[in-house]
């Protein structure tokens, strides 16, 4: 199967490139059998991939390595099964969806911290710094609690932030778009993890 997949793991396989991140096997195997009929699966495929590595870095903290394995692939594939994405999914037309801070990361806590600090998601759309200084307000936030350093590292929530920067650059938001490895180096660039 992955022969056949080998056009459309394009996010997924410049992640591997450009960081720490990797792709199980089994986990790549279980992301492709939710788009093998879908219209634009090659964005649904990179949503999802994208999904399960920002669960993979949620578990894994700060170890420096991530693997991505079946249990972050089925908890991606729970997240992405197109609640949000409704209207994409039955007609694979990105330009119709607006895209939510739901859309963007798999935490709703997440989506609610980016929304109190960004405002409008629309915010978002030519400005990659701008989600860039989101990320960093909620590092120093975290700093000032008792929380700091447990729940969390800025290493953490940095490559949650690269994650967070790809999932726009798929929805095409225009100050994201790149080709793949391009809008990876971009992200982990704009998240000063290089």
């Known amino acids: 199967m992955q022969d056949e997949w080998s ?3 394009s996010l997924g396989e410049a992640l591997q490139r450009q960081s720490g991140i990797t792709f199980s096997e089994p986990a790549t195997d279980l992301l492709h059998t939710f788009v093998e009929d879908a219209p634009s699966a090659q964005e ?35 997240h992405y099964d197109c609640l949000s994405w409704r209207d994409f999914c039955k007609t694979g037309n990105l330009k119709d969806h607006a895209p939510k801070y739901s859309d963007v990361t798999v935490f709703s806590a997440d989506a609610y911290r980016l929304s109190s600090i960004i405002g409008p998601i629309e ?24 929380l700091a350093g447990q729940a969390r590292t800025s290493q953490t929530l940095r490559w949650q932030g690269a994650i967070w920067f790809l999932q726009l650059a798929t929805a095409k938001y225009s100050g994201y778009v790149h080709t793949d490895d391009e809008a990876v180096q971009l992200a982990i660039k704009t998240m000063y993890l290089s």
């Open 44 to 78: 649904k495929l990179d949503h999802l991939h994208l999904a399960a590595a920002e669960f993979a870095i949620a578990a894994e903290a700060s170890s420096g390595e991530v693997s991505v394995g079946i249990d972050s692939a089925r908890l991606a594939a729970l």
């Open 123 to 146: 915010l978002l759309q030519d400005s990659p710094e701008t989600l860039a200084q989101a990320v960093f307000q909620m590092e120093e936030n975290y700093r000032d609690t008792d």
């Open 7 to 9: 056009t459309v793991f």
